[in-house]
């Protein structure tokens, strides 16, 4: 049998998802297969995308990236998690850390021992036991030191915060110097092929591009995957109610915090990431329930510094596209669907189908059981994100506005009310298959949304209440040593800007 391989790429959309997309495949495919990835001036990316989560330095990592090049190039910060405020009950505080906790024990994680303890009132919150945590709070930073052999200070799990634009400019130098061709214009319409493939698009200019993959980068509009092959949409606007979102940068604040902070307010909930020349911030809110007035106001009355634009306003609505590939037409970032951004994933997600991709790429039969496949992959790792962005918002105590009882009271997935049931239970967490988050993620959330368990893995009692508590203590002890060497993050990011400058000079 002979195969048609792939030889001509079109990306539709350079935003995040176009020159992300563009740059992994400029390095991953080589330059036997031609990109061309077309973009439009006239209409903005949505600009906004600056909080990401670990996964991200793996992506770098493919492309071969130098860390500190790219931090300065984005004017990026260091993150180590989210800083969850006013979710459970106001008033309370808790972070989603990434990397470890503790040292697990025999066959059963550490969680379990602290849940038997801190249940009988005899260990503190679990933010003792992550050196993230910990660090977070006195807003010290450095990166892992692999030299550091069993020492926490060798587990140290990072991501960045990230100027979007910045971001996007930096990954078109790096596509651009690999060969893609960037042409520049609006996309009018596509044409189909008579089996319903895309076959070409029409530029305003009047010219016409075709190839035999296209990669639909175009954002909100889905302009190859929505308008022209009409997949259709899965709402989850039900679970996740908010749909709209004032963003505006403001001056720095003094401090300079490794992690996102996510305030919820009456009807949503506001971000606020420290980069290096600005904060950004964000009110994620749902228009059911709060004027667009309303919303700008709680905004703009609570920065840290003096605004340095006018608040802009984005409209979404949470759910998935029916099919992430349909046909010839891979819908890659917004255009495959939306989740809100409380845990920052919607990069990770434009990685993650870029890897898939990759896996499963096409030859020109574009074989049926392989695109069921990927967009069954691609549902499984959506919804999954889906029930855990959901738990933030129902598993709360609040009943002071409609939206919190709205929240609080809605019907929930039952993948996720299973997750919920085993927690409430004996504290187990189970992490389906390759699921995003794993067990120490939704730990942070069960826990730091106040559900409590009624009880712990049975198996811990194999060990003394006195062996578990000396344990617990010698963790916490070391934990917190090893984050006192630590420096301040603001130095630590300005110490490398200046190392960076001596260098290039
Ligand atoms: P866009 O940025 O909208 O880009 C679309 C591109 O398509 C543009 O280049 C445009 O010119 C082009 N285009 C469109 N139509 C045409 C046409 N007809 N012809 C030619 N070109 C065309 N993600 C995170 O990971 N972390 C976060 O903290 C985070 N925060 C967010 C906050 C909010 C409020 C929102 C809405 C999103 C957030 N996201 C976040 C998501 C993140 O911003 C996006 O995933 C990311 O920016 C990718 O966007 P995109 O490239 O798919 O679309």
């Known amino acids: 049998m002979m195969q048609q391989n792939i030889r001509n790429v079109v990306i539709v959309g350079g935003g995040t998802a176009g020159w992300m997309t563009a740059a992994a495949l400029s390095q991953l495919l080589g330059p036997k297969i031609s990109l061309r990835l077309i973009e439009s001036d006239d209409i903005s990316t949505v600009g906004v995308g600056e909080s990401t989560i670990p996964m991200i330095r793996l992506f770098n990592k493919v492309l071969g990236i130098d860390e500190d090049e790219f931090m300065l190039a984005t004017k990026a ?54 050196i ?23 587990e140290i799990t990072h991501a960045f915060h990230l100027d979007a634009g910045l971001y996007a400019a930096y990954l078109r130098r790096y596509a651009e110097a690999r060969g893609v061709v960037r042409t520049e214009g609006k996309v009018l319409d596509a044409q189909l092929r008579a089996d319903g493939h895309v076959e070409s698009v029409r530029m305003e200019n009047g010219a016409v591009i075709g190839a035999e993959l296209f990669i639909d980068c175009s954002g909100f509009r889905g302009l190859l995957i929505e308008q022209t092959l009409k997949t259709g949409f899965e709402d989850w606007t039900h679970w996740l109610p908010c749909d709209r979102a004032w963003a505006v940068p403001c001056e720095l604040a003094a401090d300079l915090p490794p992690y996102t902070r996510a305030s919820a307010r009456p009807a949503g909930w506001q971000w606020r990431i420290g980069l290096q020349h600005r904060t950004g911030n964000g009110h994620v809110f749902s228009s059911r329930y709060m004027s667009d007035d309303e919303a700008a106001g709680i905004l703009m009355g609570s920065l840290d510094g003096k605004p340095l634009a006018e608040p802009k306003m984005l409209r979404f609505t949470a759910g998935k596209r029916r099919k992430v590939w ?86 929930i997935p039952d993948t996720l009310r299973a997750k919920m049931d085993l927690w409430r239970n004996r504290g187990r967490i189970v992490r389906l298959a390759d699921e995003l988050f794993a067990e120490v993620g939704w730990l942070q959330v069960l826990h730091g949304q106040r559900i409590r368990p009624r009880g712990y893995h049975p198996l811990v009692d194999l060990q003394s209440e006195e062996d578990i508590g000396q344990y617990l203590q010698d963790i916490e002890h070391v934990i917190a040593q090893c984050v006192s060497v630590m420096p301040k993050h603001a130095d630590f990011v300005a ?11």
């Open 326 to 411: 349909n046909r010839n037409v891979v819908a890659i970032g917004l255009s495959s669907g939306f989740l809100e951004p409380l845990e920052s994933t919607s990069i990770h997600l434009i990685q993650s189908t870029i890897a898939r991709l990759i896996s499963f790429f096409p030859d020109q039969e574009f074989c049926q059981a392989d695109i069921d496949e990927f967009n069954r992959q691609c549902d499984f790792e959506v919804e999954r994100i889906r029930d855990f962005l959901i738990l933030h918002y129902h598993a709360t105590e609040r009943n002071d506005t409609p939206f919190w009882d709205y929240c609080r009271t809605m019907d």
């Open 132 to 154: 993230n945590r910990m660090a977070s709070q006195q807003n010290r930073f450095m990166r892992a030191d692999p030299s550091a052999g069993n020492s926490p200070l060798a």
């Open 77 to 130: 910060t260091f993150k180590l998690g989210i800083e969850f405020r006013d979710w459970g009950r106001l008033g309370d505080s808790y972070m989603h850390g990434f990397g470890k906790f503790g040292q697990d024990l025999e066959t059963l994680n550490f969680y379990q021992y602290w849940l038997r303890m801190h249940l009988a009132g005899k260990a503190p919150d679990i933010e003792r036991y992550s």
């Open 495 to 505: 110490n490398m800007r200046a190392s960076h400058e001596r260098k290039s000079k």
